[in-house]
């Protein structure tokens, strides 16, 4: 990433510095032509730069995978940057950015999305998610720490930021105003008006047929419905004798809690990189009464951290098809890599996909073996044995 920045001098003369980072995105996927920043991070950076910012302690919020995090490290090597984020693995692309471009990991605090970001904060950089709904539960806890009048600035795609949006940081937060569009962004500046808000309660819902309450938090996949993808699995579970089942990618636990119904000898291990997931997955388990002894839960990407004493014979996967705002099957490769790996001899791995993604050839490459269960339209069951 190399972003001209202009300080003006006097009335005549401009200087002119270049903020040059080499930044990959995690897991770092040298086959493929997306980048591991945009626009929106870029003009952030020059806004702070413009403004002439020296602030101590700044909170970067949904940072991917470090562009902003190393780009400020970089303006103000002092500050104290308190990083939130849901996502594992943009803890890991922002770790790996800043040992690459040798910055001081040393000023890197970490907060997940349900811990209160410290009230020393003075100037606050976000990037808009796509999850509006997550996004005004972020606005409303940072007006439970935000002194009146900081400033937080948040980046988005221009054609992102409707009415709806700029309301939201009204209700939310404080009044807003955006900059002009340079190259087809727009940074939003919020002052918050030090009115403490409010979370609204979870909607809790059910799945009837299935006996199984649900209460999701709200940077959950689906977390206010069945995934159809989710049903289709759920109708075509795996036949057989399990002991040790993982839920790969779990979002709600749906999934792993069916199979905890079926198999009811079995341990159930829900892995997610959401860190909100695998918190509502473990509250949902509680709330449906499940053997507190046989749930297991890990905030991972993929299996990478799963303990070696664990030896699946079943693996459940209805895997992610984009990451952020990009669509990409690398997190489905390397779940299903992990699930090789990590299944026993024998052990089975059950997936259900979007017929058109085309899972069964990245399976029977990986397994050798590949069985279409069931099919409907649009989605399809897959199997692999190791
Ligand atoms: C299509 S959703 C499936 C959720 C749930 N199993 C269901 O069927 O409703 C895919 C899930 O994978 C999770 N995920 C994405 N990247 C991941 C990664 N690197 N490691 C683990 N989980 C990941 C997402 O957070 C999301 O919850």
């Known amino acids: 990433m190399n972003i001209e920045l202009i300080t003006t001098e006097s009335s005549e003369t401009d200087l002119k510095t270049e903020l040059s980072l080499l ?12 980048q591991a920043w945009d626009a929106a991070d870029e003009y952030l950076l020059k806004q702070v730069h ?18 902003l995090s190393c780009g400020l490290n970089r303006l103000l090597p002092d500050a104290q940057l308190y990083i939130e984020t849901d996502n594992k693995t943009s803890i890991s692309g922002i770790n790996a950015n800043f040992n690459s471009n040798q910055l001081n ?32 539960q972020q606005l409303v806890r940072l007006s439970q720490v935000l002194p009146e009048g900081t400033q937080v600035l948040i980046g988005a795609k221009a054609k992102s930021i409707t009415p709806t949006v700029i309301q939201l940081f009204t209700d939310n937060l404080g009044p807003a105003k955006a900059s002009l569009a340079w190259k087809k962004c727009r940074v939003i500046s919020c002052l918050s008006d030090g009115k403490v808000r409010q979370n609204e309660k979870n909607k809790q819902w059910q799945i009837p047929e299935y006996r199984l309450r649900m209460n999701n938090l709200s940077n959950v996949f689906a977390a206010n419905k069945l ?51 695998v918190a509502s997955t473990k509250q949902n388990w509680q709330a449906n009464n499940f053997d507190e002894g046989r749930g297991y839960f890990y905030w991972d990407d993929c299996l ?3 303990p070696t004493n664990v030896e699946p014979d079943l693996i459940l996967c209805n895997p992610p098809f ?10 489905a ?20 996909g979007n017929r058109h993604l085309g899972y069964h050839i990245k399976l029977q490459r990986i397994f050798s073996n590949c069985k279409t269960v069931a099919s409907n339209g649009k989605f399809v069951i897959l199997q692999s044995t190791k």
């Open 227 to 277: 995934d159809i993808g989710a049903r289709v699995m759920l109708e075509n579970m795996p036949k057989g004798q399990f002991d040790t089942i993982i839920d790969l990618g779990c979002g709600n636990g749906v999934l792993g809690m069916r199979a905890a119904q079926l198999f009811p000898d079995a341990d159930i291990h829900f892995v997610d990189d959401s860190e909100m997931a």
């Open 105 to 136: 990991i040393e000023q890197l605090n970490w907060h997940t999305s349900r811990e209160l970001l410290p009230k020393s904060v003075t100037l606050v950089l976000m990037k808009l998610p796509k999850n509006l709904s997550y996004f005004s």
């Open 304 to 306: 990478s951290k799963l």
């Open 50 to 67: 413009e403004q002439g910012r020296t602030d101590s302690n700044i909170a970067i919020v949904n940072d991917n995978f470090g562009a």
């Open 333 to 352: 490769w390397q779940m299903f890599l992990d699930a090789k790996r990590r299944l026993k001899s024998g052990g089975l791995l059950h997936v259900v």
């Open 23 to 34: 930044l990959q995105r995690y897991p770092a996927n040298h086959n493929t032509n997306l």
């Open 322 to 331: 984009h990451q952020g705002e990009a669509i990409t099957d690398h997190i």
